[in-house]
């Protein structure tokens, strides 16, 4: 847990005797929440009051990725890291705006032994991912600035959440992984037939990142049928569901056993 850098002076942070807060050089501390995370956003870096997603996107987010529908992306992102990790026993991954951590916990599942760290901007988020698992370090941080040393990680996985280049080079290791996870062509395409007169695909040019070249590029697609609930709460976990007008949504939320396509780019990038 000593990988922690202060976000105001950059001086490595150290737990106090209680193990309850986290102090610098300069003095700046950090208490632990009851729930186990720091937050490490300074509030003269906040751009917003309640940066990230609010409590309501969290618990839409939530309640449908209760229902598992993800869990055979998750399960293919672990089984990515697991062919990674080799004889690694310390191997650490940061899970990049991680939100409730969903796949951080499907990941220690398949691979207990894996040190994970993540951050999110939104405090809700954090909240949630630390009362799930008292085992992996939550932060509230930005992925701007990341509170970490330089070299902290052997892999960060960023599933649908920004990130800045510089960071991700100083904080990953040489010849460590970045793992992303984004929307391919067909994504959510019955969805978006409710709601666009033309559905377009996605563009998915291979994003590049500064310091890392590309290893590894999946196309991972399947199908789901969700019940009306959780039909409600993907349509409200996406970006394009401000652009659902009200007949839009009473149709989709009419459309019993709707099958929709999942559809995503899995990528792998290594620190050069
Ligand atoms: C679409 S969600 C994905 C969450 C999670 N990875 C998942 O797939 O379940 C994007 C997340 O990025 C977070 N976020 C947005 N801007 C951020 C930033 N600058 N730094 C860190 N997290 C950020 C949001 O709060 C949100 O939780
Ligand atoms: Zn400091």
């Known amino acids: 847990m000593s990988n922690y850098i202060c976000p105001l002076c950059d001086n490595p942070l150290q737990l106090n005797e209680s193990n309850q807060g986290l102090s610098c050089a300069n003095n700046h501390q950090f208490d632990r929440a009851k729930q186990g995370y720091f937050n490490l ?14 409590k309501i996107m969290i618990t839409a987010r939530q309640d449908f990725l209760a229902g598992d529908y993800y869990l055979p992306l998750a399960t293919k992102v672990a089984d990515k890291i697991e062919s990674l990790i ?7 991954m940061l899970d990049l705006g991680c939100g409730e951590g969903y796949y951080s916990r499907q990941i220690k599942q398949q691979l207990p032994a894996i040190l994970q760290y993540g ?6 988020a954090i909240i949630k ?34 990130a800045n280049d510089e960071e ?15 929307p391919a062509p067909r994504h959510l395409w019955q969805l978006r037939q409710f709601i666009y007169q033309e559905v377009r695909e996605h563009d998915t040019q291979d ?12 196309r991972f697609s399947y199908n789901i049928t969700p ?12 970006p394009f569901a401000w652009h659902a007008n ?27």
């Not at 019940?227 to 996406?238: D, E, V, Y």
């Open 119 to 124: 951050i999110d901007i939104s405090k809700p």
């Open 168 to 182: 991700l080079q100083r904080v990953i290791k040489l010849q460590g992984y970045l793992l992303t996870i984004t």
């Open 86 to 92: 080799a004889d690694n026993p310390s191997f650490a």
């Open 207 to 218: 994003t590049k990142f500064e310091g890392f070249s590309l290893q590894d590029s999946q």
């Open 227 to 238: 019940n009306t609930a959780h039909r409600m709460a993907l349509l409200q976990m996406t």
């Open 41 to 54: 956003l300074p509030v003269q870096r906040k751009k917003s009051k309640e940066p990230g997603d609010s």
């Open 246 to 272: 009200e007949a839009a949504t009473n149709n989709i939320k009419q459309a019993d056993d709707l099958a929709i396509e999942l559809d995503f780019v899995i990528n792998l990038y290594r620190a050069i």
């Open 129 to 162: 991912a630390a009362k799930a698992d008292k085992s992996a370090h939550y932060a509230v941080a930005s992925s701007d600035k990341l509170p970490y040393a330089d070299n902290s990680f052997d892999l960060a996985l960023k599933v649908y959440a920004p």
